[in-house]
Each structure stands twice: as structure tokens, then as C-alpha cells.
Nanobody
């Protein structure tokens, strides 16, 4: 089974920027859609963004659209989440996920229970 390793989480202030990375350590997901989800304390895991296997299509939750940008570098087996204008409500553990391209709609629908490949998460804390 492949491993997804997130990094880049930190404590930042409102308005700051941050970039998260997720490495597919075994190179198993280069033809998969990739996604970022987040889970705040006491809340359900929610969809943040997704990217097609080629990188040609990206999708965002309404709450982050215009502030977050997802990209991927398949040569490096890495996906990124560039976050700007961070808000306290962005505070959460951010998880990387991988799913077959045919299941990208599952990601976008925030149906996290239908996704089998997850990283362990990286914590982002935005202070006011």
C-alpha cells in the first residue's frame, strides 16, 4: 500500500500564507486524482480541494476558493496546497488523499468515507 506524507503545517497569524506538501513516497498515485481534506476539532472531515491525475483540472470548496491553490508535480510524486489570506476558521488538521480518477467526484462531494488512501495529516493553526 502506498504512503502519503504531508508536511508544512505550522502556527501562523491571520492573513499569512502557507504551503502544504504531500509526497507519494512509493510513487503509486501518479495516475490518481489527489485531494486535500481538513478536519477541525469536533467537526467532520471536509473536502478542501482536488486535482486530476494530469493536473489539468482543479476543484475547490467554496470556503477556500480564491485563497487556496492546489498543484501537483508528478515527476516528484508531490502535490501542494498553497494557502493565502489564512483565517482562524482554516485551523484544522489537513489530510492528503488519493483516489482513482474515476472517483474524483467522491472527493468533491466530501464523501471521505469512500476514499481509501490517506496521509496522517499536518496541523495548521491560524491565530487571530
Amino acid at each position: 500500500q502506498g504512503q502519503l506524507l504531508e508536511s508544512g503545517g505550522a502556527v501562523v497569524q491571520t492573513g499569512d500564507s502557507l504551503r502544504l506538501s504531500c509526497v507519494d513516497s512509493e510513487g503509486m498515485f501518479s495516475t490518481y486524482a489527489m485531494g486535500w481534506f481538513r478536519q477541525a476539532p469536533g467537526k467532520e472531515r471536509e473536502f478542501v480541494s482536488a486535482i486530476s491525475w494530469s493536473g489539468g483540472s482543479t476543484y475547490y470548496a467554496r470556503s477556500v476558493k480564491g485563497r487556496f491553490t492546489m498543484s501537483r508535480d508528478n515527476a516528484k510524486n508531490t502535490v501542494y496546497l498553497q494557502m493565502i489570506s489564512l483565517k482562524p476558521e482554516d485551523t484544522a488538521v489537513y489530510y492528503c488523499a488519493a483516489a482513482p480518477q474515476s472517483q474524483i467526484a467522491t472527493m468533491i462531494a466530501s464523501n471521505y468515507r469512500g476514499i481509501n488512501n490517506w496521509g496522517k495529516g499536518t496541523l495548521v493553526t491560524v491565530s487571530s
